[in-house]
């Protein structure tokens, strides 16, 4: 099993510009997470998806984030207009049962 | 105060030491806890769960839980220095949020 994919792997632009982060889950795995991580606020939930249907959104920082996942195997995070602030590792991750497998994430730095 | 917190570190041990790592937490709904191993630059890997009472063995690591202390702990016996990562605990207060903690650094001195 290829596990959760994300890509891109590491993405630097400049403030103003969109981003699309994206990710392929495990295969039959129901459930998907997006994930934030900074030094300063550890590991947030963003948003969390099942049955690619979106179930809890409050972790969104503001409406420059946008999440889909239009089939089962593909959810994209886009951030419009990107923001120094933004600058983080972002994870994606799906679930079977109670457990969650993490994507290598996608360090994005934005300047 | 965030819903996990663990002791913050960071926590030094010389090889073939045992590493003790303490969380609590405050929603007593939560019943299922899970530590994460992070090694710099990579994503979390589950290492250990854990859902009633009492202590869960796998290899080197023992997890403990005692709700009526709100409190979790990981135990690595035999400290090797590829232990050596931030390891993160999360609790689930409801069927799918995980609350993280926001890590413990582990250096196992050679």
């Known amino acids: 099993d290829a596990g959760v994919i994300q890509s891109p792997r590491h993405e630097v632009t400049e403030m103003g510009q969109e981003v699309t982060l994206r990710c392929k889950p495990i295969?039959?795995?129901?459930?998907l997470f997006w994930y934030r991580q900074t030094m300063m606020r550890g590991l947030e939930l963003l948003i969390y998806?099942?049955?690619?249907?979106?179930?809890?959104d409050s972790g969104m920082p503001e409406d420059r984030f946008s999440a889909k996942m239009p089939n089962a195997s593909f959810s994209t995070l886009k951030i419009q207009p990107s923001e120094p602030r933004d600058s983080a590792v972002y994870f994606c991750?799906?679930?079977?049962?109670?457990?969650?497998?993490f994507g290598p994430g996608t360090r994005l730095l934005v300047l | 105060q965030k819903e996990v917190e663990q002791n913050s570190g960071p926590l030094s041990v010389p090889e073939g030491a045992i590493a003790s790592l303490n969380c609590t937490y405050s929603?007593?709904?939560?019943?299922?806890f899970f530590w994460y191993r992070q090694y710099s630059g990579k994503s979390p890997e589950l290492i250990m769960s854990?859902?009633?009472?009492g202590d869960k063995e796998d290899g080197r690591f023992t997890a403990q839980l005692n709700k009526a202390s709100q409190y979790v702990s990981l135990l690595i016996r035999d400290s090797q220095p590829s232990d050596s990562a931030t390891y993160l605990c999360?609790?689930?207060?409801?069927?799918?949020?995980?609350?993280f903690g926001a890590g413990t650094t582990v250096t196992v001195r050679a």
């Open positions: 991750a799906s679930r079977e049962q109670e457990t969650q497998y």
């Open positions: 295969s039959g795995h129901n459930s």
């Open positions: 998806f099942n049955n690619n249907v979106p179930i809890d």
């Open positions: 929603d007593r709904g939560s019943q299922s």
């Open positions: 854990i859902y009633s009472n």
């Open positions: 999360a609790g689930l207060p409801n069927d799918y949020k995980l609350s």
